[in-house]
């Protein structure tokens, strides 16, 4: 009976990144994961991967508590508690909140290795400048790419954009 534990035990332990992942990751973070681990995207657009109406996405670093989340999203500690059920407890790990209209519709925990957004924004992001460049910066304790997710700022949305701001641009017509 040992050796068939010790044999079950050896055939989890290379797994249990991967075990840990699934179970602490939630909807957007495995969306995250395909875009940027699998697909191998180099900008993410959150709107685009997100299921449900949002107009504001909070960010929240690794231990950040509870009462802290609660006073940053201007919620009272009952209603926060209800919409907001986990907490960081793991430099791994960060807490994403959606919002619609001052209400939370989405709340998980979000695993770095899928992709980090620390340092995390000060302000929410909306659906329009929740849009990430992705680079490869360094190396995770296992060898694996680290991933890093920085805003791309609005005014590089705008000039990226053939509409007609990009076109007074490229003419000159904005004065500085």
């Known amino acids: 009976m040992r050796t068939v534990l010790a044999i079950l035990l050896a055939l989890y332990l290379p797994g249990c990144g991967d075990a840990y992942r699934y179970l602490k990751s939630g909807e ?64 791994g790990e960060m807490l994403m909140v959606f919002r619609l209209k001052r209400k939370v519709v989405h709340s998980e925990m979000h695993i770095r290795w899928h992709g980090d957004f620390t340092p995390v924004p000060e302000e929410p992001l909306t659906p329009q400048t929740a849009v990430f460049s992705v680079s490869v910066e360094g190396k995770n304790s296992l060898g694996e790419d680290w991933l ?20 007074a641009a490229q003419a000159g017509e904005f004065k500085r």
């Not at 900008?43 to 509870?66: H, M, N, S, V």
């Not at 999203?73 to 907001?84: E, F, M, N, Q, Y």
Request: proline residues 4%; contains cysteine.
């Open 28 to 91: 957007v973070g495995w969306e995250l994961k395909k875009e940027l681990r699998d697909r191998k995207t180099s900008r993410i657009e959150l709107a685009k991967i997100t299921k449900f109406e949002w107009d504001e996405f909070f960010l929240f670093g690794p231990y950040q508590l509870t009462s802290e989340v609660c006073k940053r999203l201007a919620l009272s500690t009952g209603d926060c508690k209800s919409v907001v059920t986990a907490e960081s407890t793991d430099d």
């Open 148 to 167: 890093k997710l920085r805003p791309i700022s609005a005014a590089a949305l705008t000039i990226h954009s053939s509409g007609p701001a990009q076109k």
